[in-house]
T-cell receptor
């Protein structure tokens, strides 16, 4: 089954404790991205990757890191989480980012930083 | 001006009603347009792509107006199961080599018995 898998689905952590949210897709998609979704603010792109070893900042990259060492995986790293990073996070992948291609989303990771 | 703007609603409509959502975008060079559906606390899922000539899928019709830079979604004969948030998405240039899918904040629809 074609899918984007995120882990964990839920996470409660403390300020400053490094964490990684994993994302994996099995569709051989070139393009992957991370979004956060907050009430009243909608989906905002954090980082995106056009292919292996090619990543770039989205609209809200501060406090986040990503890597794309393999085509299928695109982890999101919070080196020192803070309470303002409490949010619902989605990973998404597309065949290409040249337009006209559907974005498939993971099931989401609900992160709480206390 | 935000790249993609939608009326947040909520739209409360009775079963069987017809409801229309609009979405405006700021980048005139945008080439790809989509409507996504998002159920509460779930991931967004593609409802339909929006083509220049307009397209229909059952009770759903999407249209694009490039001159005025807006897209629309029409839902006919609303069902209770249509209750969800509808997100407009527009593909726009992000860098010299990349594009990004920009989302509106979503329009909330509640269909009541």
């Amino acid at each position: 089954e074609a899918q984007v898998t995120q882990n964990p689905r839920y996470l409660i952590t403390v300020t400053g404790k490094k964490l990684t949210v994993t994302c994996s897709q099995n569709m051989n998609h070139e393009y992957m991205s991370w979004y956060r979704q907050d009430p009243g603010l909608g989906l905002r792109q954090i980082y995106y990757s056009m292919n292996v070893e090619v990543t770039d900042k989205g609209d809200v990259p501060e406090g986040y890191k990503v890597s794309r060492k393999e085509k299928r995986n695109f982890p999101l790293i919070l080196e020192s989480p803070s309470p303002n990073q409490t949010s619902l996070y989605f990973c998404a992948s597309s065949l290409s980012n040249r337009g006209g291609t559907e974005a498939f989303f993971g099931q989401g990771t609900r992160l709480t930083v206390v | 001006r935000k790249e993609v703007e939608q009326d947040p609603g909520p739209f409360n409509v009775p079963e069987g009603a017809t409801v229309a959502f609009n979405c405006t975008y700021s980048n005139s060079a945008s080439q790809s347009f989509f409507w996504y559906r998002q159920d509460c606390r779930k991931e967004p899922k593609l409802l339909m792509s929006v083509y220049s000539s307009g397209n229909e899928d059952g009770r759903f019709t999407a249209q694009l107006n490039r001159a005025s830079q807006y897209i629309s979604l029409l839902i006919r004969d609303s069902k209770l199961s249509d209750s969800a948030t509808y997100l407009c998405a527009v593909n726009g240039r992000k860098s010299n080599s990349g594009y990004a899918l920009n989302f509106g904040k979503g329009t909330s629809l509640l269909v009541t018995p």
